[in-house]
């Protein structure tokens, strides 16, 4: 079974995506593969660098994500040149792995972890999407105390995702990441029970 795994920033997402690969789930993590992306010597990051500049480098090469953070989330208009770099790659990589692990271990749950999973229109290739969920406003909390942000570097963060109430009605199961991590934990154990997984 494959599964899109989705929700906001700050929302818990990456905590329920662990969860899931605790207890037998393999796990396809979209962040991490941007990350492999825009490693020195891949095209995507020379494409970025023609776009955005060396300004974007460290001294060693490496991306500094601050200062192409700073560019793209200041300016729509950037961050979706950005996007038109990175997206194409990391879906192609994603898809491959899914495929992969699929096929190899076809009893197990598939699970795809994109942060932008409705955004960029990639829901129709799962065959259920979970969201983890938290309303906005403990969503920027949790955000601001994270990343150690001011309320409007974490409004422009949040403004740059399709809105998490939004993202809720669209899902086919909600984890709802609001109260205790215990509740968490029940809600998921209860997905992957009525899936027969556990």
Request: charge should be negative; proline fraction near 4%.
């Amino acid at each position: 079974m494959n599964i899109g795994l989705t929700g906001g920033i700050a929302t818990g997402k990456s905590s329920v995506s662990a969860l899931l690969a605790s207890k037998g789930a393999l796990l396809i993590d979209a962040d991490v593969i941007a990350r492999e992306v825009m490693m020195p010597g891949h095209p995507v990051l020379a494409a970025a660098v023609q776009r955005f500049g060396q300004a974007i480098l460290h001294e060693d090469g490496t991306l500094d994500r601050k200062k192409l953070g700073s560019i793209v989330f200041q300016h729509p208009e950037e961050r979706k040149a950005l996007e038109a770099i990175t997206h194409p790659a990391i879906r192609r990589e994603m898809r491959e792995r899914a495929a992969a692990y699929e096929q190899a271990n076809p009893d197990k749950l598939v699970v795809s972890d994109i942060p932008l999973l409705y955004e960029s229109g990639l829901e129709k290739g799962f065959d259920e999407v979970i969201v983890v969920y938290v309303p906005r406003a403990i969503q920027r909390e949790r955000l601001m105390s994270r990343d150690e942000l001011t309320g409007e570097q974490a409004d422009a963060r949040i403004a740059a995702q399709m809105d998490i109430e939004q993202k809720k009605q669209l899902a086919d199961i909600v984890i709802d990441n609001s109260g205790a991590w215990h509740d968490t934990e029940q809600q998921v154990i209860s997905f992957l029970q009525g899936k027969g997984l556990i």
